[in-house]
């Protein structure tokens, strides 16, 4: 498991490296590489670890390079229907099946405490969750679940999720195309990345300050 962890931080701090390989190695299969990556991290509760924003800058700034086998179009199409499908897999999943899992407190695979954290954040922004979880490593992977448990119409989960997958692919892949070959990011890219996990990680963050303080005050007395 150790093995496994560094080799998964390895690669997150090294994005740039192992596309630049997986390009050479893979040519046009590399679309479906990223096509599977997306919709899983998108569309599986098991995997909220793969990355999501990170990856997607990394391969917008692999696109802007002269020769690229990959081409920027292609890759905002490809993985807007791979983010909106994952998360319409995992609604249906949560539809299904999320009840009795969530009632289960032995889970091997799923963390009950994002389970729980998430669903606090869909209450507290109701369906725009779909949308703004776009943008939060983990709540991303877990919203559409909760959707799908608290069962919310099907139509308006559609609209959100279409806005936020397109919305979500977009901006990360052309930031990284306008951005990631200028000097100063080629030459701190892994303190880029880094940078980009920190700040799509720190409402979860910042959320998890709060109810834990919020825990800490005692109730009011009763009268």
């Not at 040519?27 to 899983?40: D, E």
Request: positive net charge; glycine residues 8%.
């Amino acid at each position: 498991m150790t093995g496994l962890l560094g080799q998964l931080v390895e690669v997150f701090l090294h994005l740039d490296d192992h596309l630049n390989a997986w390009a050479e190695q893979l040519g046009p299969w590399l679309y479906a590489v990223l096509f599977g990556i997306v919709f899983c991290e998108t569309g599986l509760v098991v995997t909220p670890f793969l990355p999501g924003d990170s990856l997607l800058f990394a391969v917008g700034a692999l696109a802007s390079i002269e020769g690229s086998p990959i081409r920027l179009p292609l890759l905002l199409v490809l993985l807007s229907v791979a983010a909106i499908a994952g998360d319409s897999a995992n609604y249906a999943i949560g539809l299904r099946l999320g009840p009795k899992v969530f009632r289960r407190t032995d889970s091997r695979f799923l963390n009950r405490n994002h389970l729980l954290r998430t669903q606090a954040f869909y209450e507290k922004h109701g369906g725009k969750t779909i949308v703004l979880a776009r943008f939060i490593p983990i709540v991303r992977t877990f919203a559409p679940f909760v959707a799908g448990i608290g069962r919310m119409s099907y139509p308006r989960f559609a609209f959100f999720n279409v806005a936020g997958g397109i919305a979500w692919v977009t901006i990360f892949l052309l930031a990284g195309h306008l951005f990631g070959q200028t000097p100063v990011v080629q030459r701190n890219f892994q303190v880029v990345i880094l940078g980009i996990i920190v700040v799509s990680v720190l409402p979860v963050l910042v959320e998890m300050v709060r109810a834990r303080r919020a825990a800490r005050v005692p109730p009011p007395p009763s009268a």
